[in-house]
Every structure is written in structure tokens, then in C-alpha cells.
């Protein structure tokens, strides 16, 4: 049997399915800014928490790891319960949830214990942000459409650091480090209650599987074809690179800025800002030179998400190894702000390749799958940073190990792309059709 065919927005009287797509949009990207706010925090406030806690390097690296004991697992997991709860539920829940784990903080008697408490519980609630909040905004756009609006809310990244490092460095300096917890914390649950009253599904969002037994999607693909495609890993360990520049940066760059180079706390927390920046400009920069390709007619997915994204990811491994080699302060701030901040275009690639080749019905799963892998960079880049530099001779000779070992990390997933990423070839192998925006106001068959 036909169903009728829908309706379009003027005549239901409902708002435009691209009005409604970028006002969800600008929501996620609020969303995503508060939580790399939350993750900018120990950052920006070692020193102080270092001092009243007494942490050495190494305790404050594994401190900061502790966020990440259990994202990777709340990643796949919750990743799972995207085929069964409406995405709009989880990412309420994972907003409140982490939220509520920055309060502790504010307690003076919060210790060490405290923090690595709070910290696993801070990371299990933001493990699935990234692929839950992906998977709800491509429910909104169509194939050719979704880069740009994922370089949007992966500028959130940069915004939550842009905007949080100068706000939370005059808190620490005025309140003291415990309020910067504060701060953020009560940022996500006014969040949350704004996403309570807007929030909706998309047009392209798949239906929930409502019983164990329920029909499953006769387009889906066994997991383990698309998980050892070329493109999923050539991805998974691209994001998995540039989540390990993302999450040293985050822990360490303002020590680094302020030991190694003499910065003051203040001069710090501004080039944390300006580095922030830069990736939001990279991000997207990339995203409008896609969606103009594509409504061109002239995008070659080779060279967009395999050639030209190694390329991009070799330059910035080049600019990484000289930053960890030059002395002068402006020469390394100059490489923070503009060339290593190409890394960061593999996390957008990675993102739309995966969902390419991927079901919609099974997306949700695929996204949360590379969010493991990528996140267990943050397991173990703060605390093996923080380890080469209590171990070296010198600060400055510890620092430029770990810079060297992070060139060398992107360097090999910007081969590996170049050769490797190849969405529509596996999308097309895997019998993955590709999903256009005429297809929401088709009727429905």
C-alpha cells in the first residue's frame, strides 16, 4: 500500500526542514562547545590544582586520563542505544549527567579522590557526545550536504576552548580553580534545559528498533564488513592521531606555554585562545570549500577525503615537528595557530567517510565504534606526555619528545589517507546507497 506523500513545510505550517536542520545545527554546536569547555578546565588550571593537590606530572597526566577510563566503553555502548532511544533523550541525559559531575569540584574538601571520581564519570557521560550528536545531525541533512554542518559542530571544539580559556583563566585568577568547575557545570544544565523545550528529530533520522525480534533494516550491512573496510580504519586512525594532538593540547599546552617559554598564565590562556581559533577557521574553512564543491557538481571525493586529506594531515605533521625543534616564542605560536591546526580537518573527514559507507540504521553504531577508537588517544596522551616530560633531563627536552611522537602519529595517518580513505568506492562495495535531501519530501513508498 502508498502512503500519502508529504506534505511540504508551507503547506502543513511547519517551519522549513532547512530552517529547522541549522537551528539544530547552532544548538549542537552550543552543545559541543560546552563540552570541550568542561575538557579545557584541568588545562587551564594545573598549575593551581597541581600546587593545592601537590600532583607531580606524571599524577596530574593520569588524572586527566581518569576522564577518559570510561568514554571509549560509553562510546560503543550508548552507540547501541541509538537504534532503540530517540537521540534527542541521550544527548538530554549526557548533558545533565556531565553537568552534574563538575559540581563536586566546588567542595573544598574535594581532594585527589575526588577528582578522579568526578573525572571518570565526567568521562563516560561525554564519551558518546560526538557520534550520538553527529548521528541526530545527519538525521537533518542529506549525503552531499553534510560536511559543512559537521565542521560546524566540530567547531565547537574550538569555540568551547576559544571562548572558555579567557572566561575560565579571569575565574581562576579571581575564584580560585574550583569555580571554573562550577562555571562550566552550571553552563550544561542551562543547555539542557534549552534543548528540554527545542529539541526535535530530523527528517532522515532512522526508525528506533522497538523489539529484539523487530525486522531488521533489509539495507544493513554486517558490522564487521564496514569496521574492517579501508575507509572505516584509514578514519578511525586518522581521528585516532588528531584526537592525541586534541587531548595533550588540552592538558598540557598551557604548562608547556608557560615553563618552556616563559608565557605568564594570562599569555597562555591567550594563545590557547588563538590556537583555538585557528581550528575553527580550518574546520570551517574546509566545510564551505566542500558544500561548494558539491553544489558545483565538481567535488571528487578522492581527492577531498583520501589525497587531499593526507596532504593536509603530512602538513601539519611537518609543522608539529618543527614547532617541537624552533626556539622563538613567535614562530611556535605562529605553527600553533595556523599549520597545526590542518589536523583537525581528518576529525570532519572522518566523521561524514564513516557515515557514508554506513546504513542510516546502523550509523549511530558505526560513529560510536570510531569514537572508541579515537578516544583511547585521550587515555593515553596526557598521561604519556606527562610521563616523557617527568622522565626527561629538562622540561624543554621532555616537551619536544612528546611533540616529536605526536608529528610522527599524524604523519602515518596522512599517508595512510592518501591511500586508503576511499568512502564512495567502499560505500559502492558495500551496496551503501547514498542519501539525498529530495529523497524527505519523496513520496513514500
Known amino acids: 500500500m502508498t502512503s500519502a506523500p508529504a506534505r511540504a513545510p508551507e503547506q ?9 536542520a541549522w537551528g539544530t545545527t547552532w544548538l549542537l554546536l552550543a552543545f559541543m562547545l560546552v563540552n570541550f ?3 579545557t578546565v584541568m588545562g587551564l588550571a594545573a598549575g593551581p590544582i597541581r600546587a593545592e593537590l601537590g600532583l607531580t606530572r606524571g599524577e596530574f597526566g593520569t588524572a586527566q586520563s581518569a576522564f577518559f577510563a ?10 547501541f542505544l541509538t537504534r532503540r532511544i530517540r537521540t534527542t533523550v541521550l544527548l538530554l541525559a549526557m548533558a545533565l549527567l556531565w553537568s552534574v559531575a563538575q559540581l563536586p569540584m566546588l567542595i573544598g574538601a574535594a581532594g585527589f579522590g575526588t ?16 557520534p550520538v550528536a553527529v548521528h541526530h545531525l545527519h538525521g537533518w541533512f542529506g549525503q552531499k550536504e553534510r560536511t559543512l554542518p559537521t565542521a560546524v559542530l566540530l567547531v565547537g571544539a574550538a569555540a568551547g576552548v576559544a571562548v572558555s580559556a579567557p572566561l575560565l583563566t579571569l575565574v581562576i585568577d579571581c575564584w580560585g580553580w574550583r569555580w571554573a568547575f562550577g562555571i562550566v557545570g552550571f553552563a550544561g544544565l542551562g543547555w539542557s534545559g534549552f534543548w528540554i523545550v527545542r529539541s526535535k528529530e530530523g527528517p532522515f533520522a532512522p526508525p528506533l528498533v522497538k523489539r529484539a525480534s523487530s525486522v531488521l533494516d533489509p539495507s544493513a550491512v554486517p558490522y564487521r564488513r564496514i569496521l574492517l573496510s579501508g575507509t572505516w580504519l584509514t578514519a578511525a586512525f586518522g581521528a585516532f592521531a588528531a584526537y592525541w594532538m586534541l587531548s595533550a593540547g588540552l592538558t598540557w599546552a598551557p604548562d608547556y606555554l608557560q615553563k618552556v617559554t616563559g608565557l605568564s598564565l594570562e599569555q597562555s590562556g591567550a594563545v590557547v585562545t588563538g590556537a583555538a581559533i585557528g581550528n575553527g ?14 553544489e558545483r557538481g565538481t567535488a571528487r571525493p ?23 625543534q624552533v626556539d622563538a616564542v613567535g614562530v611556535k605560536i605562529a605553527l600553533m595557530v595556523g599549520p597545526m591546526a590542518l589536523t583537525n580537518v581528518i576529525l570532519t573527514i572522518s566523521q561524514t567517510a564513516c557515515a557514508r559507507i554506513t546504513p542510516p540504521s546502523q550509523r549511530g ?11 583511547l588517544a585521550g587515555i593515553l596522551s596526557p598521561m604519556v606526555t606527562g610521563r ?10 621532555g616537551y619536544r619528545t612528546a611533540y616529536l611522537l605526536m608529528a610522527a602519529l599524524v604523519a602515518v595517518a596522512g599517508v595512510l589517507a592518501a591511500f586508503l580513505l576511499r568512502p564512495e568506492r567502499d560505500a559502492a562495495r558495500l551496496g551503501v546507497a547514498e542519501t539525498t535531501t529530495a529523497s524527505v519530501l519523496s513520496p513514500a513508498h
Open 365 to 375: 553504531v558505526a560513529l560510536g565504534a570510531l569514537a572508541f577508537v579515537y578516544a
Open 37 to 39: 569547555a568542561d575538557k
Open 115 to 130: 577528582l578522579i571520581a568526578t573525572r571518570v564519570l565526567l568521562g563516560a557521560a561525554e564519551g558518546p557526545a560526538v
Open 281 to 294: 577557521v580550518v574546520l570551517l574553512t574546509h566545510g564551505l570549500l566542500a558544500r561548494r564543491a558539491a
Open 70 to 79: 570510561l568514554f571509549s566503553l560509553a562510546a560503543l555502548g550508548v552507540s
Open 302 to 324: 578522492r581527492l577531498a577525503a583520501g589525497a587531499g586529506g593526507g596532504l593536509v594531515m603530512c602538513v601539519a605533521a611537518v609543522s608539529i615537528a618543527a614547532f617541537a
Open 12 to 20: 502543513t505550517g511547519a517551519a522549513s526542514p532547512r530552517h529547522s
Open 388 to 397: 616523557l616530560v617527568d622522565g626527561a633531563a629538562t622540561t624543554a627536552a
